[in-house]
Structure formats: C-alpha cells, structure tokens
C-alpha cells in the first residue's frame, strides 16, 4: 500500500479562480479556455488543471467558486505521491496511548519510518464502542472508558468528523487528507473549504487505519486503561495499565485526548510539569435549519444547494465570544465522560440531512477569570470546567439538559415552553443566564443581538435553543514540551501529543501533531 510523504518536484502551475452556479457541473472547456487566458497560451498548449479549492458564494448569485491551478504541455506535473509503509512486525516498538487522530496518524508515520506502533486505547473499537454511545443516550449511564471522547477514533469519530483547518503551519496537511482518502473518505475533502466526512462514514475509515497498522505489524490493545507511566533509570519507559498489563519502550507518544483528567492528574501527583491553559465555555445553540438556510442563502435556498453553515467571532468585555464546531443538519449529542456530569456536543451524518443545525457559541476563559480556583495549580480550569458540568446535572439530575430559549436568556427570563430539540435524552426549561458563570452568561447575553442585528439577520430569535453546557472545546491543561524535540521538558523520550497535551484542536491539527511527534522520533 502506497501512503504519504514523499515530495514530488512541482512544474510551473499558474492558479486561477472560476465560479459555476450551484447544481451545475464545471464545465472543462470553460475551465481550459480560463487557464489559457490566465497563462497567456493557446488553448491547445494547456495540458492540464487540478482544483485547489471549492467554497459557496451566496454573496450575490450563489456559485461555487474554485480556485484552479493550471499547467502547459510538456510540463513534467506529478500527482501528490505517497510513501511506501514498512513491514514493523521485528522493529523497535513505540507505545503509543490513545488511539485517536494524533495517535493513529502517529502509528502511520512510525510505519513509514520502520518503527512498530504499539497503540493502547482505553476504549473499545470502533463497533463495539456503538452499542455504548447508544446506551447514553438511551439510559444516561455513562461508561467512563467507552463513550462520545474515549474509545477508537476518539472524540472526532462520532462527533461529525469535520476537518477544520486548512493551515499549512503545522506542515504539509495532504498527508493528512490523502491518507483519509485512500481509507475511504469523499475525495470532496482535498478540495472544499470546509471538508467534512460524517460519523456515519468515519468508523469505517478508523477502522481501515486499525487493519493497515495491524497488516504492516503494528499492535492495538484495546481497553487497556493506562494508569501509570515510569521512566526507568535504562531509559526504557515502563507503562502499567489497570488489567495489570506492563509495555516498556524507549519512546512514548502520549495522544490521550482532552477529556482524560486522569493523566493530567497523574502528572500533577508525580510532580510532572504541567501548565494551567485557557480554554472556552458555553451553551450549544439549536436553530431549525430552514432559518440558517434562509439567513445565509439570503431566502434562496433550493435543495440541491448545500445545507447553509455559519461562523463567527467577536469581543465582548475583553473576551472572544464565538461560534465552535458547527453542524448543519445535526443532532446534539452527550459527551459526558464521568457520572454526574452535563456536557453537550454536535454532530452530523454525511447528508447533513436533520432538521436542525447546531453549534457551540463559546466565551474565552482564562485562569484570572476565575481566581477561586488558582488553589489547584495548573489543575485550576480543569477543576472549574468540571464543576461547570456538575451544576448542569445537579440541576436536571440527570444527562438532560438545560435548556432556554435565546432571547430569553438575553431577557433574563425563564421560557415557559421549549421547543423540540434533536438532544436524545431531553432538555429541562432551566434560568441558564443564572446556571452560567457570571462573566460567561454577560458576554452571551451581548453577543447573541449583536449576531443577529449586525452578521446574521434572524439568528437572534426564540426559535432558538441554548442547551447548558458546552464545555469540552480544548484541553484546560498544557503539557509543556521542547519546541525543537517535542519531548516533554523534563522527560526525555516521552512526546505529550494532539488536543490532550494542548497542541491542538481538531481532528486534522491533531493528526498533524502525531505525525510530527512521530517524525521527531
């Protein structure tokens, strides 16, 4: 099987833009017509175009705009390539725990420099981790090891698979999309400006990952819990799990995710470095769909157009309030991770086909906002993101939500009806403007008429629902690392790694930073 990196020479491209309406098909001879202008040659002379990127345009006529890169005959232009994996059954084993996008991404890169992934996951596959995520929803028990965050794939896979980030900071991010790809997703994502691939396509491309790494020699050790981590005075690294299991490498790659306190506080009882780190809080915002296409179609919505999207930023009080995770055509999802907790998620299938659309609207939180809590050390916003979740369940005394409706919320009155909601397990009427921290239920209570007056006419509305609380946007907790080696500033040989380490945020970013941590091995 053929995998990235490996550089190709790059011919002499000249990039264009070109727009086509919406439903229709980009025509070639247009297209070819285009790049010849754009390249001053005959037509004949061009040999051939690749699209770079497609957005949607509803400033005025609504198009697909592309930006097209374009080449002449006799130009040696070769596709992105990719690398060959290695046979690893006899190389040196790295571990590396969890198995979500910065470990799997991780084990790939170790592959195709012939080292053997040795990949312990807390959670289940990604099959039997379904019948779990069901049972929350459907009975409000939570399996702490198996569940929306912990378990094969990690949070992405079943929270929308949307690759956010098209940076180029962290790398060269076709490594990334190609690999996905060629494990089974929509080709659609090496081109859109917003890619995404679905939770009802992602576990069948996690899984194909799970079988490569495995039929190249890679090992997978599911529900294996690790609870310590000691380096050893050989330099070999001695990782105990809670079944009594015991792996020893001289490297660790440490991808754990932002929802697993329990190696942040590990880390704080062993004395390790760790760093307090800001992170975002607020409410998870319902509207009916119908209303966003109308907002951002401008009212010229037709159904074969995609389901409409929205984000956005703004300052309130010295804070960033915005938009996060957005899905159009979604359903809201518990990704609660403990017992006695609220903590709400998006997601959408492929289709984006729900009545609904959904997204975080978040504040910025930082230590100083919440002094109370500077006794936990670096632990100090983990404790108050947990707390926050607490509240939202001593309310409603169970994982339904609290729920009010936007204006008001902004009016500081209760609702005395709610709407129907996508949240499987239910919303309760709840004063969120009092449930919420002070600081956080101010700039909401701004920023929501703001939205609607200035950026979005009709987004401010009592069709909408605010559901308490959103909460898991990043890590509150930073693993600090060499910026050169990656290592951990104090422990050499062990790579804290992706979201859980506070490198990232989001499946393409965190996949990034496996790949770079297993590079610098």
Not at 190 to 196: E, I, M, Q, Y
């Amino acid at each position: 099987m053929s995998l990235p990196f490996q550089e190709q020479p790059r011919c002499d491209m000249k990039e264009f833009e070109i727009s086509c309406p919406v439903g229709r098909t980009l025509d070639r001879e247009e297209v070819t017509a285009a790049a010849a202008r754009t390249m001053g040659v005959p037509v004949k002379k061009v040999a051939g175009y690749r699209i770079l990127r497609r957005s949607v345009d509803a400033r005025a006529d609504i198009v697909y705009r592309y930006r097209i890169a374009a080449y002449v005959s006799g130009e040696d232009c070769p596709e992105y390539r990719l690398a060959e994996y290695s046979d690893v059954s006899g190389a040196e084993p790295v571990i590396i725990i969890g198995a979500g996008p910065a470990g799997m991404f991780a084990a790939l890169k170790l592959l195709m420099r012939g080292m053997k992934p040795v990949i312990l996951e807390r959670g289940k596959d990604v099959h039997k981790r379904k019948f779990d995520i069901a049972g929350l929803s459907r009975t409000g028990i939570v399996n702490p090891d198996s569940n929306y965050c912990f378990g094969e794939g990690g949070a992405g896979t079943f929270s929308d698979g949307k690759l956010f980030t098209r940076s180029s900071k962290r790398g060269d991010i076709r490594e990334v999309l190609h690999q996905l790809v060629l494990f089974g997703a929509d080709p659609d994502i090496l081109t859109d400006a917003h890619p995404h691939i679905g939770s009802d396509r992602l576990p069948g491309i996690v899984e194909n990952i799970r079988k490569c790494i495995v039929e190249h020699g890679g090992e997978y050790h599911f529900e294996t819990k690790v609870t310590d981590i000691e380096k050893r005075g050989d330099g070999m690294f001695a990782v105990r799990t809670a079944g009594g299991g015991l792996f020893a490498s001289r490297k660790v790659i440490l991808a754990t995710g932002h929802s697993a306190r329990d190696i942040y506080e590990m880390f704080d009882r062993k004395g390790w470095a760790l760093e307090t780190k800001g992170f975002a809080l607020g409410v998870r915002v319902e509207h009916p769909q119908t209303l966003i296409n109308r907002i951002q179609y401008h009212g010229r919505f037709q159904p074969y157009m995609p389901v409409a999207e929205y984000s956005f930023v703004t300052q309130i009080e010295g804070r960033g309030v915005f938009s996060f995770c957005m899905c159009p055509g979604g359903i809201l999802v518990p990704s609660c991770t403990e017992s006695g907790e609220v903590v709400l998620n998006g997601m959408s299938n492929s289709a984006r086909n729900s009545r609904w659309a959904n997204a975080g609207v978040v504040v910025s939180v930082e230590p100083e906002d919440s002094p109370e809590y500077a006794k936990y050390g670096a632990l100090a916003l983990l404790n108050f993101q947990r707390d926050m979740e607490r509240k939202m369940f001593e309310y409603t005394g169970s994982i339904k939500a609290p729920a009010q409706r936007m204006m008001d919320f902004c009016r500081r009155v209760p609702s005395s009806g709610l709407p129907a909601t996508s949240y499987h397990p239910g919303a309760v009427s709840a004063p969120l403007h009092e449930l919420l921290p002070g600081g956080i239920s101010l700039r909401l209570k701004y920023a929501f008429p703001e939205i609607g007056n200035r950026k979005m006419k009709g987004y401010y509305t009592n069709e909408a629902l605010l559901l308490g609380v959103e909460s898991r946007t990043s890590s509150p907790v930073r693993i600090p690392r060499d910026p050169e080696t990656l290592e951990h500033v104090g422990i050499a040989g062990l790579y804290p790694c992706g979201e859980g380490a506070g490198y990232a945020g989001g499946i393409v970013s965190s996949a990034m930073d496996g790949i770079n941590c297993a590079s610098k091995i």
